[in-house]
C-alpha cells in the first residue's frame, strides 16, 4: 500500500484539507492508501483544522474527524512513500530537514499530480475565496494523483 505524506505550514489549513479530499477521493474509487499530513512548524500541534477550512471543505462534503495538526518528524521521511509539499517554501523547509538518502520522495504536490499550477496559496491572512481556491486545486490535483499512482 502507497503512503503519502502532505505537508504545508501550520498543518491546519491547506494539508488537512488535502488529507480530506485526498481520503474521499481515494475512498470512492476504491483505492487503498495510507494518507496523512503534517505541518513544517510546530505552533499548531495539537490543534484541529482551521474552522475557516472545516466550514469550506465539509460545504462540498469533506470530512476532517481525526485530523489534528501535528510537526513532520524524521521518520516521516523514511516511513512515507510520497512527501508532497504545498509551496516551494515547504518544499524548501523540508529538504533541509530530510535525510539525503529520502530527498527524492519530496515534490511539490501540483506538481507531482501533473496540473498547470505549482503552489497552494497560503490562505491563512485572507477572505473566504482563498479557502475555495485551495479546495479547487486540491480537487483537480487529487483526481490527477489518483489517476497517476492509483
Ligand atoms: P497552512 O496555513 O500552512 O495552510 O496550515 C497556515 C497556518 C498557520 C500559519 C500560517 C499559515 N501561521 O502563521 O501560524
Redesign the pocket.
Known sequence: MKKILIV?????????TAEAVLKAKAIERGINIEIDSA?T?S??RGKSP?KRSQAAGERRGYSFEGIVSRPVNTNDFEYFDYILA?DQQ?KSDLLVQCPPQYAHKIALFLEFSGVEESEIP????GGEQGFELVLNLLEKASDQLLDKIG
Not at 504545508?8 to 488537512?16: A, D, K
Not at 497560503?122 to 491572512?125: C, L
Request: aromatic share 10%.
Open positions: 504545508c505550514l501550520g498543518n491546519i489549513c491547506r494539508s488537512p505541518g512548524i505552533n499548531h482551521d504545498a515547504n497560503d490562505p491563512y491572512y
